[in-house]
């Protein structure tokens, strides 16, 4: 005979079924957003909103402490949060079935009102994968309390007559026990489809040989890489080169369906074209160092490489763009991501005869999914977030008064060319050495304006020039090196460079907001 469970065994059931059905709303939306939309799926959608709704500073503090792994942690923290709200409702429900039911439905209906409402959208079918997701879990929900306080149901156990409430303990193992198992199922399904899906994105670019470029980069002179132990490779490969966006999943873009169009005030031939289109164009190959506003003094979110690509200037004439100082009406070109992005660049900069192209190569290689393939932007000299449109598919000639893009919407610089900087890599912060000669080196960057000088003092002692290694071009950064008689004791050392022209990186210190870090980067170190 089963009477109802007690307090004790009640409450962690009706938990558990609220994780049950947590779980199988989760693994149902995800299966429902393969066939939908990928990115409709709810943690990927309420993490996307949630993105864009954080306020800057916070998101600078997020991307400080965590950096890349910023967006894990979001995705953790919404699976902690409904995690909790599952176990909430299970509880509710335990009291009043029908409400822990339509709280379900309702935290269904937040999924899928961010989804419709996310920048890449596809419409109301985004819905579809919270939508059912809903359902089912609220369904399962119902079903689950119902065999914790239900009445016995006929053909279940036997009861004694007036033996008070019972509880289906067979009911409710069954039912929790196939719940379990069926929402496994159905994740892993999801996850299968979701890769295959992928995969003809993953095919297009294994298929991508790229052409020799008309204009090939001179090769780096000797001397732009120092043989110094700890310093920035002057080269920054494509796997340990930095990645910021807002993307929770990477876009697999296949190449084979990829298309760009060019269009908007002034534009008198709008273009369409494909990523073969590109490929059979001129190429120009060259080394640029591609830096993030939100880099604080001595961060991390700067690199350099060989990017291979179409000139931005060819395309836009071809297109019949002029820029405003030849009397063109858009003086912003605001760029589109697949997943929604905006960038706004100053279309005279992309037209002033430097090499902004859209780029195609990275390092010898097809652009890394991560770093935007099929295509992106580069512009020498602007920070990424005005310039550097990766899963790019639009350009759209405009100005700055009539629209702002993605975040400018949220604080940041409408322009934001890059602030000479530079960095100390060796020695370590905090390290300790010995005294004698201790190598100070680093990266110092003025891109498009170039480096003359660099300077490293010792606690307040005279400024002392660094030795500069070989410039590569102006819009690369630079390594230096300093070769310091250190004597023992507690010392700061502090650098400082000058761009071409004579201007001194300012020693004023800002934050990152609204158009990058400034200040004289120093590490405090220990000489025994
Ligand atoms: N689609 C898209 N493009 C984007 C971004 C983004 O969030 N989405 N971030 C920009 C920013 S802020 C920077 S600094 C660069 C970083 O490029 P990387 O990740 O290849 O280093 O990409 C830019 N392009
Ligand atoms: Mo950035």
């Not at 090939?216 to 920054?236: H, K």
């Not at 099929?374 to 310039?387: A, F, N, T």
Request: with cysteine.
């Amino acid at each position: 005979m089963t009477t109802s469970p007690r307090l004790l065994v009640r409450l962690p059931l009706g938990a558990l079924s609220g994780l049950l059905a947590g779980f199988a709303a989760l693994a149902v939306a995800e299966l429902v957003s393969v066939a939908v939309r990928p990115e409709a799926g709810p943690i990927t959608a309420v993490g996307g909103a949630a993105i864009d709704r954080t306020p800057t500073p916070v998101k600078d503090w997020a991307i400080r402490h965590f950096g890349e792994d910023d967006k894990l942690v979001l995705q953790l923290g919404i699976l902690a949060a409904l995690a909790a709200l599952a176990v909430v409702l299970g509880l509710v429900a335990l009291r009043f079935r029908r409400i822990g039911a339509a709280g379900v439905l309702i935290f269904g209906a937040v999924g899928a009102g961010a989804a419709v409402t996310r920048p890449d959208s596809a419409g109301i079918t985004d819905a579809l994968p919270s939508v059912a997701g809903a359902v089912v879990a609220a369904a399962l929900l119902y079903y689950l309390i119902g065999r914790l306080t239900g009445p016995p149901r006929s053909g279940a156990t036997q009861v004694a007559p007036g033996s008070g409430p019972s509880w289906d303990r067979r009911g409710f193992v069954i039912g929790a026990s196939a719940a379990a198992a069926g929402s496994l199922g159905i994740g892993a399904l999801g996850r299968y489809l979701t890769d295959h899906s992928s995969r003809a994105a993953v095919a297009s670019r294994n298929a991508v040989t790229l052409p020799p470029p008309a204009s090939p980069a001179a090769p780096l002179p000797s001397g732009t890489q120092l043989q110094i132990p700890g310093i920035s490779s002057f080269t920054t490969s494509n796997k340990s080169f930095y990645r910021v966006d807002t993307a929770l999943v990477v876009p697999k873009v296949d190449a084979a369906t990829w298309r760009l169009r060019i269009h908007g005030e002034g534009v008198t031939r709008p273009l369409t074209l494909t990523f073969e289109d590109l490929l059979r164009r001129e190429l120009i190959e060259r080394e640029i160092t591609l830096t993030c506003v939100s880099n604080e003094v001595g961060g991390p979110y700067v690199g350099n490489a060989r990017w291979l690509g179409v000139r931005l200037a060819d395309l836009l004439a071809e297109a019949g763009v002029r820029p405003p100082s030849a009397g063109g009406p858009a003086d912003q070109l605001v760029s589109r991501s697949v997943d929604g992005m905006t960038l706004g660049s100053p279309v005279e900069t992309a037209m002033d005869g430097r090499d902004a192209m859209l780029a195609v190569g990275m390092n010898g290689q097809p652009l890394p999914f991560t770093h935007g393939f099929p295509v992106r932007m580069i512009i020498p000299g602007l920070y990424g977030y005005v310039s550097a449109c990766k899963w790019i598919e639009d350009i759209e000639l405009t100005t700055f008064a009539d629209y702002d893009a993605y975040w400018v919407k949220r604080t940041w610089a409408r322009k934001a060319p890059i602030k000479t900087e530079s960095r100390i890599d060796v020695p370590r912060p905090l390290s300790r050495s010995q005294a004698g000669t201790v190598m100070v080196a680093g990266v110092a960057w003025a891109q498009h304006r170039g480096i003359d000088r660099v300077q490293v003092r010792v606690d307040d002692g005279p400024w002392q020039d660094a030795d500069l290694a070989t410039e590569a071009t102006i819009d690369t950064w630079r390594q230096w090196s300093y070769p310091w008689n250190a004597t023992s004791g507690s010392h700061t050392l502090t650098v400082r460079a000058t761009e071409r022209g004579g201007r001194v990186q300012t020693e004023k210190r800002t934050g990152t907001v609204p158009d990058g870090a400034s200040g004289w980067p120093s590490v405090v170190v220990t000489i025994d």
